[in-house]
């Protein structure tokens, strides 16, 4: 019974360890360059003349977005990610929909030469849930932390026209409300406001 004990206890943590080497880690690579809102547009719904106070509009839509995009559990502008794990998952999950494209799987085969895979030997699932899955079985890595490497560029687009307009009037209306003249000191990230619920068809729930 001691030795059975043993046993369980022993591949129970041999699965353990096979789980948290195919756990994937994300990373941005490259962070968005643009915004979902033109400078007109952001000036027009904080009610701001002229370009004095354009550098405050920037830094509020970014924190916008950032909540946003908390939100939804979606990217906004167009920006790139990796994701990495040790071996390869049975699936691999990518964070941040809508997914634009796979830029490259990478990885370290069992004798840490570094390896790109053929497009063609995975297909990918589109959706709010994203996931990569080879057509026939994933091959052997080195099994360190980071020898499997999925780059991937996520977002709706590199340009406002590409957001839809729900996110849009979410931004807009929440820069409304920082730059509202009874709150001149910004807008505050952590106070619930109702125009959150503009966001609701876009988040992802699972």
Same mark, same amino acid.
């Given at each position: 019974k001691?030795?059975?004990?043993?046993?369980?206890?022993?591949?129970?943590?041999?699965?353990?360890s096979v789980f948290l080497k195919a756990t994937m880690d994300y990373q941005i690579i490259t962070q968005p360059t643009a915004l979902p809102v033109t400078m007109q547009e952001a000036q027009l719904s904080a009610k701001v003349d002229g370009d004095e106070l354009d550098a405050k509009l920037t830094l509020s839509i970014k924190s916008i977005v950032s909540r946003a995009e908390h939100l939804m559990r979606r990217a906004v502008m167009e920006q790139v990610w990796q994701a990495k794990a040790a071996v390869f998952p049975v699936a691999i999950r990518l964070i941040?929909?809508?997914?634009?494209?796979?830029q490259w799987?990478?990885?370290?085969d069992a004798s840490g030469i570094?390896?790109?895979?053929?497009?063609?030997?995975?297909?990918? #699932? +589109?959706?709010?849930?994203?996931?990569?899955y080879s057509k026939t079985s994933w091959p052997q890595t080195l099994g360190l932390p980071g020898a499997v490497?999925?780059?991937y560029k996520c977002g709706y687009g590199a340009?406002?026209? #590409? +957001?839809p307009a729900a996110i849009k009037d979410y931004v807009l209306a929440t820069l409304a409300e920082c730059f509202d003249s009874n709150q001149k000191a910004g807008i505050d990230l952590t106070k619930p406001s109702f125009v959150e619920s503009m966001l609701d068809r876009y988040k992802v729930w699972s």
């Open positions: 001691s030795l059975n004990t043993k046993s369980k206890s022993h591949h129970s943590l041999q699965k353990l941040n929909p809508p997914v634009i494209e796979i799987i990478k990885y370290l570094e390896q790109a895979l053929d497009p063609q030997s995975y297909y990918v #699932d +589109v959706g709010d849930e994203t996931y990569i490497k999925v780059q340009l406002p026209d #590409d +957001v």
